[in-house]
C-alpha cells in the first residue's frame, strides 16, 4: 500500500462523517441510498433515506409499492424518474434474483437505473467489491493531485481515472472506506473554492498544490446557456374551498405528479382571475417560469364534469405534488 493511501485511510478514520447508510447492515439501504444520492446533495438526502426506509423496508416492499405512496415518499427530491427505476429495479430482483441484490457489478448494472458509478459504488459499499467510484468530488481530488486536464463529466475521462484507481483500491484492503475517503475528502477538504489544503492528506503528492494552481483543476468548459419555458397556472377552488389539480402527463420527468392546472386543461368556464406572483425553478435541462392566477368558483366543483387527470381535493398534501405545486401552495414565490 502506497503511503498516500494509507494517509487518506486514516483521515478517513479520524474524521469520520455520520450517514444514516454507511455500515448499513442492509445491501437495499445501500442501494436506495446511492440512487438517492444521484444528483442530489447530502444533506438533502438524510431525512429522505429515513423516511423511504420506512415506508418501503425491503426490496419486496418496494417491488409492490403503487405509484402514489412511492413518489409521496419521493416529494420533493427531485428527478423522479429515479423512484420508478428503484421500483422496476426491485420488481427485476424479485423476478431474477430471488429478492437478493446482485452482489456483481455487471449484474447490477443490468438493473434500470444503475450505471458505471452506482454499480460500482453499490458493490464497493456494500460488497467490499474493489471497484472505485469516481464522482465529481473524487475526479476533483485527483485531478488536482494528478494535474489532469480533463473534461470528468464525459465518461472516458472518468473510466481512465478509475482504471488508474484500481491497483491502488485491490492493495488498499479496505475498498469501501477507500471510496468513501475520497469522495468525503473532495467534499470536505478539497472543495471547488477555497480548499483547505494544509489538512489534506494527499498535499505532500498534490501537484496543482505545489504549483498553486488548484482553481485550475478540473477543467470545467463553460455552462451552456438554459432554455426558458413559461406558463400560466390557476390556483382555483371551489366553493367549498377544495383546489383543482391536474396530473402531471407523459411518462419522464414529473409523471405521475399532481401540480396546478393550466388555463386551457380546465374544462369548464373560469371566473376572472387576479394575479398573486411568479414562480421560477431550474431544472437540469431548462428553466421554468410559472404566472400564478387565483379565482374561486361559486359552485361545487363536482358539478362539472372532470376527465380523470384532473381532481378536485380537500387536502392536496396527501397527494405527491411536484415542487412548484408544493412551493406556491406554501406561498413561496
Not at 441510498?33 to 423496508?57: D, G, K, W
Request: charge should be positive; aromatic fraction near 8%.
Amino acid at each position: 500500500m502506497e503511503p498516500w493511501v494509507e494517509a487518506l485511510l486514516a483521515w478517513y478514520r479520524a474524521h469520520p462523517r455520520p450517514m444514516p447508510w454507511r455500515g448499513h447492515p442492509d445491501p437495499y439501504a445501500v442501494w436506495v441510498s446511492e440512487i438517492m444520492l444521484q444528483q442530489t446533495q447530502v444533506e438533502t438526502v438524510r431525512p429522505y433515506f429515513t423516511r423511504f426506509l420506512e415506508a418501503f423496508p425491503n426490496i419486496a416492499a418496494l417491488a409492490a409499492a403503487e405509484d402514489g405512496p412511492l413518489l409521496k415518499a419521493w416529494e420533493g427530491l427531485g428527478y423522479y424518474t429515479r423512484a420508478r427505476n428503484l421500483r422496476k429495479a426491485a420488481q427485476r430482483v424479485m423476478a431474477e434474483h430471488g429478492g437478493t441484490l446482485p452482489r456483481e457489478p455487471a449484474a447490477l448494472r443490468a438493473l434500470p437505473g444503475i450505471g458505471d458509478y452506482t454499480a460500482a459504488a453499490i458493490a464497493s459499499l456494500a460488497f467490499g467489491a474493489p471497484t472505485p467510484v469516481v464522482d465529481g468530488n473524487v475526479a476533483r481530488v485527483f485531478a488536482r493531485r494528478n494535474l489532469l486536464g480533463d473534461d470528468f463529466r464525459k465518461p472516458a475521462p472518468r473510466r481512465a481515472l478509475a482504471a488508474w484507481l484500481t491497483p491502488h483500491i485491490e492493495a488498499s484492503g479496505a475498498p469501501a472506506d477507500f471510496n468513501q475517503a475520497m469522495m468525503d475528502l473532495g467534499a470536505r477538504v478539497c472543495t471547488p473554492r477555497t480548499p483547505a489544503c494544509l489538512v489534506c492528506p494527499l498535499r505532500p503528492q498534490c501537484q496543482a498544490h505545489a504549483t498553486g494552481r488548484q482553481g485550475d483543476f478540473p477543467h470545467t468548459p463553460p455552462a451552456r446557456a438554459l432554455p426558458e419555458r413559461r406558463a400560466t397556472v390557476l390556483l382555483l377552488r371551489d366553493c367549498h374551498g377544495r383546489l383543482l389539480l391536474a396530473r402531471h402527463p407523459g411518462e419522464r420527468l414529473l409523471a405521475g405528479l399532481w401540480e396546478l392546472p393550466t388555463r386551457e386543461s380546465v374544462p369548464f368556464p373560469i371566473p376572472r382571475t387576479r394575479l398573486v406572483g411568479t414562480h421560477r425553478q431550474t431544472f437540469s435541462h431548462f428553466r421554468q417560469t410559472l404566472t400564478v392566477r387565483q379565482a374561486t368558483l361559486p359552485l361545487d366543483g363536482a358539478a362539472a364534469a372532470l376527465p380523470p387527470d384532473l381532481v378536485w381535493c380537500d387536502d392536496p398534501a396527501s397527494l405527491p405534488l411536484t415542487t412548484a405545486t408544493r412551493k406556491i401552495l406554501a406561498g413561496d414565490l
